[in-house]
Nanobody, 116 residues
Framework: QVQLVESGGGLVQPGGSLGLSCTAS????????MSWYRQSPEKEREFVAT????????PYANSVKGRFTISRDNAKNTIYLQMNNLAPDDTAVYYC?????????WGKGTPVTVSS
């Protein structure tokens, strides 16, 4: 059974940092395209970052470029999202996404709140 489990969300002050993790089970994440998305209240889910399994390329949404870093540890079947210089607009539920054999899988999300 394929599962994606996110962790690391929480409350942080503006300008602070937070690190998220997404651990996959039921498949080996090596060779699988995995991404982070987020959804804030009354908004559609939006792309944050992805990490290509073969090239290692890491495209980012313009809104997070230079502040967020996506990485992966294939041995741990885990991807990470390091978020720095957080702003209130970054408040959202952050979701992990994987595409395996043409099927899209989502985690249940981890909430991030940026507030003073």
């Amino acid at each position: 059974q394929v599962q994606l489990v996110e962790s690391g969300g929480g409350l942080v002050q503006p300008g602070g940092s937070l690190g998220l993790s997404c651990t996959a089970s039921g498949f080996a994440s090596r060779g699988i395209l995995m991404s982070w998305y987020r959804q804030s209240p009354e908004k559609e889910r939006e792309f944050v970052a992805t990490i290509h399994p073969s090239t290692g390329n890491t495209p980012y949404a313009n809104s997070v470029k230079g502040r967020f870093t996506i990485s992966r540890d294939n041995a741990k079947n885990t991807i990470y999202l390091q978020m720095n210089n957080l702003a209130p607009d970054d408040t959202a539920v952050y979701y992990c996404k994987a595409i395996l054999d043409g099927i899209v899988y989502w985690g249940k999300g981890t909430p991030v709140t940026v507030s003073s």
